[in-house]
């Protein structure tokens, strides 16, 4: 493989401390990729020989997106609950079940075909690291299966084997709750590099959240949450007790929550595209980054409550609805989501870490908030291949 010299930078996102202010930029710049590495970031007029030369024509490059919350590998969709939603009728987490019908039905090739469109369609949107959840499936075959097709696409996988309790286990959730801390996690391991538990009303306790977590991590995979959805509740900080790398949505917090975070290495997720769908309230953003939480941007993309694969559309939200500034929510869609998932090589630009980067049809980062619905991504390279 060749080396390529991306060069004629107009703003440069390095996410690294010895550039400009919180997104670390660099003006006039150039970075050179070497074996799907970047191997030198400086100044244009210092750029050192390569076998190619792409010029960026002045625009704003930044690091590729960190989508640190996906749930891809699902069949069918929920646009009527949709539609009713926007209609008046709340969001409960109840049409998780119609998605699990839907997916046990499939064949493995139409959840892997689904699960790739989604994946291009975010690769075309500038996302190049992404988490894929299981948790359609909700027996140990089906989890097992549609996490072995989640790492045909990604080594972020994850084992939401603890969504809801499916209907043939409604009487008697402790027996699914040990289900999936035995056989599932057992077929699942394999597949999966996290665990995830839905802590909320309707879903998962405390109790049944702390086994599950537990067994993952005696099992050897990270932890993650999610937690106060759809009410306040006990999943912010039982993530934080139990070390867990994220805990996701984070929409109803209590000061307890905040004051858990902001002494913990538990990055809060925010997903704004689930409070555009849900029509909720946008979780308090400016509340975690002022008491000095690290805040990841996700897409949460599933087909109920957030179906939305595109980052640029939550960094969007994130600006307009939860205050963020232009440059934090880039930093949340890129640093942030690679810190969710404890990852140094990726969201930064810098020598050593993986050839992810945006190029922009746009001078500045800016313009992902100001020119919402625009399709501003020119070019994505991924691991320093033009796609
Ligand atoms: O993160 N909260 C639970 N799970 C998903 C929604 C899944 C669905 O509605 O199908 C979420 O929002
Ligand atoms: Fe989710």
């Known amino acids: 493989m060749s080396s390529l010299l991306v060069d004629n930078i107009g703003e440069l996102v390095t996410n690294d401390p010895s550039g400009e202010g919180l997104l670390g930029l660099r003006r006039k710049a150039a970075v050179l990729i070497d074996r799907g590495r970047i191997a030198w970031v400086g100044p244009s007029f210092h750029a050192p020989a390569a076998d190619r030369r792409y010029d960026a024509g002045g625009a704003a490059v930044l690091p590729g997106f960190v989508d640190s919350h996906a749930h891809l590998v699902f069949a069918g969709d929920r646009a009527e609950e949709f539609a009713a939603r926007m209609a008046g009728e709340p969001y409960t987490g109840g049409g998780i079940r119609t998605t699990v019908g839907a997916t046990r039905s499939a064949t493995d090739d139409e959840l892997r075909g689904s699960t790739g469109r989604l994946v291009d369609e975010a690769l075309g949107q500038g996302t190049t690291t992404i988490e894929i959840k299981s948790g359609y499936g909700l027996t140990v075959e089906d989890e097992a299966r549609c996490l072995r097709i989640a790492r045909e696409f990604t080594e972020e996988t994850t084992l939401l084997g603890a969504h809801v309790v499916p209907a043939e286990h409604a009487g008697n959730p402790w027996r699914y709750v040990s289900m999936v801390c035995g056989p599932m996690l057992a077929a699942a391991k394999p597949y999966a590099k996290w ?19 537990t ?19 006990p999943g912010v900080r039982l993530a934080v ?28 997720t925010l997903l704004p595209g689930a409070e555009f769908s849900t029509r909720s309230p946008y979780p308090d953003a400016r509340r975690l980054l002022d008491a000095g939480v690290t805040v990841a941007l996700a897409t949460d993309c599933n087909p109920g409550s957030s179906y939305t694969s595109s980052m640029p559309f939550c960094i969007a939200l994130a600006v307009r609805e939860m205050h963020m500034t232009p440059a934090e929510a880039v930093r949340s869609a890129t640093l942030g989501g690679a810190s969710a998932l404890r990852r140094d090589d990726v969201g930064v630009v810098r020598a050593g870490a993986r050839a992810d980067l945006i190029v922009l049809d746009a001078p500045s980062h800016l313009h992902l908030a100001y020119r919402p619905g625009v399709p501003l991504i020119r070019t994505v390279l991924h691991d320093g291949v033009p796609r």
Do not use: K, W, Y
């Not at 999610?226 to 509740?233: C, I, K």
């Not at 007790?241 to 002494?263: F, N, P, Q």
């Open 195 to 213: 665990i995830d538990v839905f802590c909320e009303r309707g879903a998962f306790d405390e109790d049944q959240a702390r086994t599950i977590l």
């Open 241 to 268: 007790e139990m070390g867990a790398a994220s805990v996701d949505h984070c929409t109803h917090l209590a000061d307890d929550d905040v004051d858990a975070l902001a002494g913990a290495d538990t990055v809060a």
């Open 215 to 233: 067994a993952g991590r005696d099992a050897g995979l990270g932890l993650r949450v999610h937690g106060n959805q759809l009410g306040p509740g």
